[in-house]
């Protein structure tokens, strides 16, 4: 098993370990708070955008985010783990918890466009030259031999992503406990 694999199949479970510790070793103020909600909000708004084209394992999604950048869920991500980072207020929590993400998701995309290059072959090289793998482009890539497809409430809730939000929206509220905790 190589070292995208153990990452893809535990990099939730390991998370759950490290929300602990950078929970630990939060110092949250209401202030940071509230910065860690703003910043976090467009990962969350980018994330269930995404989920509403993503048909995981089904077709090669190109359109809607998907033209901008090929990992549109995981650019979501690293505004909530950017978020979360200014909501503990910790910048031992922020380091560990950056360095997790930079260093789990860098190796989950790569191995996942393996697996994506191997089903979709020219299709998926075509589409990964014009499309940037992280940061989204400004311009709009489209692929002409595929029909647009639409934003989907039934997609969004199949992808499961409300629990992201839910997460996200967990640790807030752990955070403001441990404010409150510290503030009393």
């Known amino acids: ?16 370990l490290l929300a602990i510790v950078v929970l630990f070793l939060a110092r949250p103020t209401f202030r ?35 033209a901008r950048t090929r990992n549109p869920l995981y650019f979501g991500s690293s505004l909530l783990a950017l978020g ?3 909501a503990m207020n910790s ?12 260093l789990v998701y860098s190796l989950v995309m790569r191995r996942e466009e393996r697996e994506l ?15 940037p793998l992280f940061f989204p482009s400004f311009s709009v890539s489209r692929q002409q031999t595929l029909p ?8 969004y809730k199949k992808n499961h ?15 403001v406990v441990i404010w409150r905790m510290h503030t009393a």
Do not use: C
């Not at 098993?1 to 759950?16: K, N, P, Q, S």
């Not at 979709?120 to 499309?131: I, K, M, P, Q, T």
């Open 32 to 66: 940071s708070i509230l910065l860690g909600a703003a910043v976090g909000l467009p990962g969350l708004i980018v994330r269930a955008y995404a989920a509403g084209y993503l048909h995981k394992q089904e077709v090669l999604t190109v359109t809607g985010p998907y």
């Open 148 to 155: 647009e497809t639409r934003f989907s409430w039934s997609q």
């Open 91 to 102: 910048w031992i929590a922020a380091a560990l918890l950056l360095l997790y993400f930079a």
């Open 117 to 131: 290059r191997e089903k979709h072959g020219a299709a998926f090289n075509s589409y990964a030259a014009r499309v």
């Open 84 to 86: 979360a980072a200014f």
């Open 161 to 175: 992503e409300h629990q992201a939000a839910l997460g996200f929206l967990l640790l807030l509220l752990f955070l």
């Open 1 to 16: 098993m190589t070292a995208a694999d153990f990452f893809a199949r535990w990099r939730v479970r390991l998370g759950y």
